[in-house]
């Protein structure tokens, strides 16, 4: 019993390193396309604001001109 499983011992030890190995790499891929969604949400977030900041001085310039 103790000989078959010290035979095995070796296979099994490389089948446990690639099944960790695989949810390590996917943890890894899902957590980069995660930081570059939020990558994208922060750059969006500041157009955003420039575009508000650029539409109230356009609204301001408007007024000035209609008013005088």
């Given amino acids: 019993m103790n000989h078959n ?21 996917s943890e890894s891929k899902r957590k980069t396309k995660h930081d570059e969604m939020m990558d994208l949400y922060d750059k969006v977030n500041a157009d955003n604001d420039r575009l508000r900041k650029e539409n109230e001085s356009l609204k301001k310039q408007l007024e000035e001109k209609e008013n005088g």
């Fill in 5 to 25: 499983i010290l035979e095995i011992a070796p296979y099994l030890a490389g089948i446990i390193t690639a099944f960790i190995g695989l949810l390590t790499f």
